[in-house]
């Protein structure tokens, strides 16, 4: 059977104000044209699939469309909410979707595996959607029981326990379990949402064990964690970056070829190829003198850029030069070598000319003290807005 493995779509997402809804369609086209070419069986996506609980009308119309394609393909498509979408709004209207498209985002839902046939025979696909602790806790336990444990692997370790009990229920059956969390081990960026509760973000990975494909959602760097689960287990990761730490990523998806169960009761035989998305542009930080990065627009004009610069005095009309040579830029940050960074603002005395004030404000900010002409236009600055106040 091959399985196609993607998640983390984050649907409406800005990259530093920039829209990427362009590039989130044309990565949706690429899928379904993929889905076609490789003729897949089933597509999971555990979770993140909108970026908020309450998606824009162009994310919701844009998923509708993708689902639709993927379903006109012939391929069976299973998805559940992760830590970004709401359940609720993500699941409403399963009932009524087309064939072949399953929304898993609810508690019960884990019980009632997506069962889909090849040579071989079932393959039951599982999802669990980001179990927050708070509610999980209360949901995995029958009435009257006490709630468990306030955290991530109880509630992981509570819904797996369902899952391979109805596994056990279906001998010879495989099973693949899409899981929206961070496991231990996981090679985490800064664009996830934080999952700490009590402290502890993440589940340990031997919680995850006893599965013949753990389809992982949460963070956005592809990675292989089998050696740590002890069983086939991948983040597919982000199909586009959504910050400067994910610029040495390679965005992937997942191909996933699951074979015939294993004679002895074992897990089936599992094959994993990384096939690159397309991307709209690199990211590139470049960290120096301003002179030093400008020698870097040839190469990196096209990019989407970060620039560290770090003159110990602020050049004049930074962001100008910067964005002329980078149409692309999107961060700047200045960090002048030689200064200390935990250096604070200039203490303000009470007998301070204001003028003075801001003279040494202006020194602290650049790196250097005011030009002629810059204490000029500061001057004349305060002059007027002293005007001002005395004629009211």
């Known amino acids: ?44 996506i555990p979770g993140d699939v909108y970026d908020r609980a309450v998606a824009a009308v162009t994310s919701v119309t844009l998923l509708d469309d993708a689902l639709a394609r993927l379903a006109g393909t012939g391929a069976t498509v299973v998805l559940t909410s992760g830590n ?15 064939p072949g498209i399953h929304l898993l985002t609810d508690v019960p839902g884990i019980e009632h595996p997506v ?45 797996l326990d369902r899952v391979r009990q109805r596994a056990a229920a279906r001998p ?9 969390t961070f496991v231990t081990g996981g090679d985490a960026s800064d664009s996830e949402r934080d999952l700490s509760v009590g402290g502890v973000d993440s589940v340990p990975a031997g919680v995850l064990g006893g599965i013949d494909y753990l389809a992982l959602g949460h963070l956005h760097g592809c990675q292989d ?32 070829e699951l074979g015939a169960p294993a004679a002895d009761g ?14 709209p542009r690199p990211l590139t930080e470049l960290r120096g003198t301003l ?31 910067l964005r002329e040579a980078f149409p692309h830029l999107l961060l700047t940050e200045y960090a002048p070598e030689g200064r200390d960074a935990r250096e604070g603002t200039p203490v303000v005395r009470r007998e301070q000319n204001p003028l003075e ?36």
């Open 1 to 44: 059977m091959k399985i196609l493995h993607t998640s983390d779509w984050h649907l409406g997402r800005t990259l530093h104000k920039v829209d990427l809804h362009e590039h989130q369609s044309a990565f949706l086209d690429w899928l379904v044209d993929l889905v076609e070419a490789e003729q897949v069986d089933v597509v999971v």
């Open 84 to 98: 970004h979408d709401s359940p609720e709004r993500l699941g409403f209207g399963r009932g009524l979707m087309k």
């Open 115 to 159: 069962s889909v046939e090849d040579q071989h025979g079932e393959v039951l696909f599982f999802g669990l959607p980001y179990l927050e602790p708070d509610r999980a806790r209360t949901e995995l336990v029958a009435e009257g029981e006490a709630p468990l444990a306030r955290s991530h692997e109880a509630v992981t370790r509570a819904a």
């Open 172 to 180: 010879g059956a495989r099973t693949v379990v899409l899981a929206h």
């Open 225 to 256: 964690l089998t050696g740590a689960v002890g069983a086939p287990a991948w983040y597919s990761g982000s199909p586009l970056a959504f910050s400067f730490s994910e610029k040495n990523h390679r965005k992937s998806v997942l191909l996933v």
């Open 266 to 279: 074992g897990r089936a035989e599992v094959e994993v190829r990384r096939i690159r998305t397309p991307v």
């Open 291 to 321: 002179e030093h990065i400008l020698t870097h627009a040839e190469a990196h004009g096209g990019d989407w850029l970060k620039a560290v610069v770090t003159d110990p005095a602020r050049p004049a009309h930074l962001q100008e030069q």
């Open 357 to 392: 004030v801001m003279d040494e404000f202006l020194a602290h900010v650049t790196g250097a003290a005011p030009t002629p002409a810059e204490h000029d236009v500061l001057d004349r600055a305060y002059t007027a807005v002293r005007r001002q106040r005395e004629a009211s």
